[in-house]
């Protein structure tokens, strides 16, 4: 099993940053995609941003230009930095991961999910 432990959320005014980290650990064979996600009460769970081992990167259209994803191999860490945050980015934020568990196969994590909440 692995697990996934966020960090970093919390209360923020609009206009203001947060840096949330996601560590995995336990037995891991090889992480791939790692990424975060976010979810309100009553919708679906959408894409915020995802980074595959080589750094590429996909963002949703709505944090696109705000947000950054980067991550430590070493460490099997994705951080997520989020700047000019706004209202609609309240939500609880989930981390995922891919652990190459075989050659075709690949098993999806996710974390508890941390809240970020932007208000003033």
């Known amino acids: 099993q692995v697990q996934l432990v966020e960090s970093g959320g919390g209360l923020v005014q609009p206009g203001g940053s947060l840096r949330l980290s996601c560590v995995a650990s336990g037995r891991i064979v090889s992480i791939s995609a790692m990424g975060w996600y976010r979810q309100v009460p009553g919708k679906q769970r959408e894409l915020v941003a995802t980074?595959?081992?080589?750094?590429?990167?996909n963002y949703g259209d709505v944090v696109k230009g705000r947000f950054t994803i980067s991550r430590d191999n070493a460490k099997n860490t994705v951080y997520l930095q989020m700047n000019s945050l706004e209202p609609e980015d309240t939500a609880v934020y989930y981390c995922?991961?891919?652990?190459?568990?075989?050659?075709?196969?690949?098993?999806?994590?996710w974390g508890q999910g941390t809240q970020v909440t932007v208000s003033s």
């Open positions: 980074i595959n081992r080589d750094g590429n990167t």
């Open positions: 995922n991961a891919n652990d190459r568990v075989s050659i075709s196969s690949l098993r999806p994590y």
